[in-house]
């Protein structure tokens, strides 16, 4: 990295929606990464956004619901490494209220949104956000993957 440039970390927001005991995971499809895992609602943060702001975007975008900040429980941080020119700040958020009805609205990007409870996750969870989702049920604010 030269002298004037800056370290850049990709910033991504997540958003762990919890009904009825069972937190909603996505089955990803045709997106080049992590295809046939489940993932959660989640995206990049853009240029200008907060977390917040990008969750919310990504909300409506891919689950069709509406939520505002005072909905939004901030309750994980993880820094990923890996290759220097990827390096991840994942904020995760957790929401138990949102306007509007959950549905797929990307699918040709998803292959379905299903609930499940935590202590009965299918085997083909992101393995980060697997243990992002573990991380939040014991308390742990932050973590550190692939160092």
């Known amino acids: 990295m030269g002298e004037n440039q800056r370290h850049g970390i990709i910033p991504a927001a ?11 995971l996505q089955l ?10 489940y993932g959660l609602v989640a995206g990049h ?24 900040p005072e909905q939004l429980k901030p309750v994980h941080f993880m820094h990923r490494g890996g290759a220097p020119d990827n390096e991840r700040a994942d904020m995760f958020f957790v929401a138990e209220h949102w306007g509007g ?8 990007k998803c292959d379905g949104l299903h609930w ?4 009965e996750l299918p085997e083909n969870v992101v393995p980060y956000v697997r243990e992002a989702l ?14």
């Open 14 to 24: 997540y958003v762990i929606l919890k009904q009825d005991g069972k937190v909603l």
């Open 28 to 37: 990803r499809a045709n997106t080049g990464y992590e295809d046939g895992q």
């Open 45 to 68: 943060v853009e240029p200008g956004e907060s977390f917040t702001v990008g969750i919310i975007r990504e909300a409506k975008e891919e689950a069709g619901i509406d939520l505002s």
């Open 101 to 108: 009805e959950v549905q797929n609205m990307e699918p040709h």
């Open 116 to 119: 499940f409870a935590l202590d």
């Open 134 to 147: 573990l991380s939040v049920e014991e308390g742990i604010f932050y973590s550190e993957l692939d160092w």
